[in-house]
């Protein structure tokens, strides 16, 4: 018995499913899928290692660093992109202890300073914590 799939969500995979595939050849290029939804919100979620699947009514896109799940009719847009919004280029001086986690909040590791975690870390995209602060910040 299939449910009836609203005009909305009918229009938001055919647009999905036209830049997956316009896409599709140059998508080696895009670090990113960046997903907004209708409030505004936007989540990036790094494209290595990405699988979106599409289940009761839900998009769930699955990395190397975890799984985000967006409920379908909450969705505005997504579009793939070189870099992430909210990534910060510098997080602190190299005199203080940083704590790196991944984005799924999975402790990676502590470094005595900014440097020694760059030069420690694959590239990705992290969370910093120092000085009381936690950024997210993009090793490349």
Not at 99 to 114: C, I, K, N, Q
């Amino acid at each position: 018995m299939y449910k009836q799939i609203s005009n909305a969500m009918k229009r938001l995979l055919i647009a999905f499913a036209f830049a997956i595939g316009t896409i599709g050849a140059q998508a080696y290029e895009y670090s990113y899928l960046t997903v907004q939804t209708a409030d505004g919100n936007s989540k990036s979620i790094a494209t290595e290692q990405l699988v979106l699947t599409f289940q009761n009514g839900q998009l769930v896109a699955t990395n190397g660093e975890g799984s985000q799940t967006f409920t379908l009719t909450e969705l505005s847009k997504m579009f793939f992109d070189a870099s992430a919004s909210g990534i910060e280029k510098t997080v602190a001086s190299d005199s203080a202890t940083v704590e790196v986690y991944t984005l799924a909040g999975v402790f990676v590791g502590r470094f005595e300073t900014m440097t020694q975690a760059e030069a420690a870390l694959k590239q990705g995209i992290y969370l910093i914590k120092t000085n009381g602060q936690t950024k997210k910040v993009a090793i490349k």
